[in-house]
């Protein structure tokens, strides 16, 4: 199985700031990545699949880049509405593996 | 519009079998893409139970394999999901979702609402 490994595990920062979460693919998985976004009690919610390409309706301070094992999830300027646990998933080929995520709160 | 609902018991009790099923409206699950189960145990983060596609091919997290079925009825428009020999480690939110297929991978671009199954005698 392809582990994902997430960094950091949390993280606090100021409304307007810019916030990059990393993910590591334990071997490459070119870019069959997606980022997903998990406000506290909601569902997970995608955001951006194939590493980059922005789901319809997201804002556009959220960005993805990277390919083969290393990826980023950018959000351009921190809002409020932002608080929420970010994971993102390979899906090179089942079986399918998620981050452990990383919480994002205001600081 | 898409939409995803689940349904099954909240509660069950050790060694018996998780039974949940996932009603889709909005599209015909015929439709060319699979059809997953997602679960989060409290305070936890995602795991990737299983997929199926119309065509009934599937495919399942090793460490569930050995416990999980996953069926889908396209009369009915619902997949399901059986999962054998629970106990307290199965307690979780259980997630149904859409995936757009990439070879026998996928992402998740629709989800239910979610439902919490509780395992305890």
């Known amino acids: 199985d392809i582990q994902m490994t997430q960094s950091p595990s949390s993280l606090s920062a100021s409304v307007g700031d810019r916030v990059t979460i990393t993910c590591r693919a334990s071997?490459?998985?070119?870019?069959?990545l997606a980022w997903y976004q998990q406000k506290p009690g909601k569902v997970p919610k995608l955001l951006i699949y194939?590493?980059?390409t922005l789901q319809s309706g997201v804002p556009s301070r959220f960005s993805g880049s990277g390919s083969g094992t290393d990826f980023t999830l950018t959000i351009s300027s921190l809002q409020p509405e932002d608080v929420s646990t970010y994971y993102c998933?390979?899906?090179?080929?089942?079986?399918?593996?998620f981050g452990g995520g990383t919480k994002v709160e205001i600081k | 519009q898409l939409q995803l609902q689940e349904s099954g018991p909240g509660l069950v009790k050790p060694s018996e079998t998780l039974s949940l099923t996932c009603t889709v409206s909005g599209y015909s699950i015929s439709g060319g893409y699979y059809w997953g189960w997602i679960r989060q145990s409290p305070g936890k983060g995602l795991e990737w139970i299983g997929n199926i596609y119309h065509n009934r091919n599937t495919y399942y997290s090793p460490s569930l394999r050995s416990r999980v079925t996953i069926s889908v009825d396209t009369s009915k428009n619902q997949f399901s999901l059986k999962l054998g020999s629970v106990t307290a480690a199965d307690t979780a939110v259980y997630y149904c979702?859409?995936?757009?297929?990439?070879?026998?991978?996928?992402?998740?671009?629709?989800w239910g609402q979610g439902t919490l199954v509780s395992v305890s005698s």
């Open positions: 979702a859409r995936g757009r297929p990439y070879g026998s991978g996928s992402f998740f671009d629709y």
């Open positions: 071997q490459g998985i070119s870019n069959y």
């Open positions: 194939a590493a980059s």
């Open positions: 998933q390979n899906y090179n080929s089942a079986p399918l593996t």
